[in-house]
Nanobody, 121 residues
Framework: QVQLVESGGGLVQPGGSLRLSCASS????????MGWYRRAPGKQREVVAR???????NYADSVKGRFTISRDNFKNTVSLQMDRLNSEDTAVYYC???????????????WGQGTQVTVSS
């Protein structure tokens, strides 16, 4: 099992920046894609950015050019640098990891508890 813990959320003014971090623990054969999702009030959860173990990234159109995802494969951590934040970025942000179990190499997914990001003046 892999457990994920996010940190770095908070209140920021429009145009400001925040950096989210996600630390993983537990045992896995491999951790494949890691990513960030968010759920805004009254909306469904949506993907924000994802990164493969090889470093390939993809972003939601709404955050392209403003957010940057990165990961440390040695430490099994993933971060999200968020710049030029606006009110529409207000949401609970969740870390996600797709990983393979040691026994059976089953493909599983893990979610963090979420961290609140509020963009407001």
């Amino acid at each position: 099992q892999v457990q994920l813990v996010e940190s770095g959320g908070g209140l920021v003014q429009p145009g400001g920046s925040l950096r989210l971090s996600c630390a993983s623990s537990g045992v896995a054969y491999s951790i494949d894609t890691m990513g960030w999702y968010r759920r805004a009030p009254g909306k469904q959860r949506e993907v924000v950015a994802r990164i493969t173990s090889g470093g390939s990234t993809n972003y939601a159109d709404s955050v392209k050019g403003r957010f940057t995802i990165s990961r440390d494969n040695f430490k099994n951590t993933v971060s999200l640098q968020m710049d030029r934040l606006n009110s529409e970025d207000t949401a609970v942000y969740y870390c996600n990891a797709d990983y393979r179990s040691v026994v059976g190499r089953s493909l599983l997914t893990s979610w963090g508890q979420g961290t609140q990001v509020t963009v407001s003046s």
